[in-house]
């Protein structure tokens, strides 16, 4: 891992799309202490007290994976987050991975992720991954939507470095797993993210194109379309903007 750390950025993730990402090496990270315009999921602005949380990006080279399984890199960095998550968070907590792009702890974010992927030729040629975890920060403006972070979970105060390497060493390992599976055929992460899935098998209500519906979510496809079984018996394949979370049912 190369970490360029930073007291101050607007976007780790525009700092990164800058560079001349055929020579940076893999795992390069960049690091900000604090963000000033950090980015969220659909354009959003993502909030972070300086000092207190993590946000970061980092750049892949997945030239393994075809560009209409892109949603597989996804699916690997969030089980990443979640298997350090698990060091650090009680044994009996849940945590949950919610489509397309967030983690939540007891149905409160605690992380977001944001990928985005540059192609060349019909291949994928390099993504940027940015996340932003919340670590220390147990004051959350009004305007963030049910935000959690580790301390407000176990009352315990993280050193932020010592968790980013921590953290990057997960997510490096769930890269090499998808390298492999991509190769093998394999379906573990597959079958791994879909058991961790929010609200997955549950029927919940959901806003569908601003209409409530009741559904329950049964798959996420190779494009990283959310599918869902309604009660009517009516199957949808949904984008990110065409739904929204009313429910969280977080596993047990």
């Given at each position: 891992m190369d970490l360029l750390i930073f007291d101050s950025l607007g976007s780790t993730n525009r700092y990164c799309e800058l560079l001349d990402?055929?020579?940076?090496?893999?795992?390069?990270?960049?690091?900000?202490?604090?963000?000033?315009?950090?980015?969220?999921?659909?354009g959003n602005c993502w909030h972070s007290a300086p000092?207190?949380?993590?946000?970061?990006?980092?750049?892949?080279?997945?030239?393994?994976?075809?560009?209409?399984?892109?949603?597989?890199l996804t699916k690997a960095i969030s089980l990443g987050i979640v298997d350090w998550l698990a060091t650090v968070l009680p044994a009996e907590q849940p945590v949950d991975i919610k489509w397309p792009n967030d983690i939540y702890v007891g149905g409160n974010k605690i992380c977001g992720v944001l990928v985005s992927?540059?192609?060349?030729?019909?291949?994928?040629?390099?993504?940027?991954?940015?996340?932003?975890i919340n670590i220390n920060q147990t004051v959350f403006p009004d305007w963030v939507p049910n935000p959690?972070?580790?301390?407000?979970?176990?009352?315990?105060?993280?050193?932020?470095?010592?968790?980013?390497?921590?953290?990057?060493?997960?997510?490096?390992a769930r890269y090499r797993q998808l390298h492999d599976a991509m190769l093998c055929g394999s379906d573990i992460l597959d079958r791994e993210y879909l058991s961790l899935l929010l609200n997955h098998g549950e029927e919940c209500t959901y806003l569908y194109h601003d209409k409530e519906v009741r559904a329950a979510i049964t798959g996420v496809n190779q494009y990283g379309h959310l599918e869902l079984l309604t009660a009517g018996g009516d199957r949808l394949v949904c984008q990110m903007k065409e739904l929204q979370f009313t429910e969280y049912h977080s596993r047990q």
């Amino acid at each position: 891992m190369d970490l360029l750390i930073f007291d101050s950025l607007g976007s780790t993730n525009r700092y990164c799309e800058l560079l001349d990402l055929s020579m940076v090496g893999e795992f390069t990270v960049v690091y900000a202490r604090e963000q000033t315009a950090g980015i969220g999921q659909r354009g959003n602005c993502w909030h972070s007290a300086p000092g207190q949380n993590l946000t970061f990006s980092f750049v892949l080279k997945p030239v393994f994976l075809a560009v209409g399984s892109q949603y597989m890199l996804t699916k690997a960095i969030s089980l990443g987050i979640v298997d350090w998550l698990a060091t650090v968070l009680p044994a009996e907590q849940p945590v949950d991975i919610k489509w397309p792009n967030d983690i939540y702890v007891g149905g409160n974010k605690i992380c977001g992720v944001l990928v985005s992927n540059r192609l060349q030729g019909g291949q994928l040629a390099a993504s940027i991954v940015g996340v932003g975890i919340n670590i220390n920060q147990t004051v959350f403006p009004d305007w963030v939507p049910n935000p959690t972070s580790v301390k407000l979970i176990t009352g315990k105060e993280l050193n932020l470095e010592e968790s980013l390497k921590g953290l990057v060493g997960k997510l490096e390992a769930r890269y090499r797993q998808l390298h492999d599976a991509m190769l093998c055929g394999s379906d573990i992460l597959d079958r791994e993210y879909l058991s961790l899935l929010l609200n997955h098998g549950e029927e919940c209500t959901y806003l569908y194109h601003d209409k409530e519906v009741r559904a329950a979510i049964t798959g996420v496809n190779q494009y990283g379309h959310l599918e869902l079984l309604t009660a009517g018996g009516d199957r949808l394949v949904c984008q990110m903007k065409e739904l929204q979370f009313t429910e969280y049912h977080s596993r047990q």
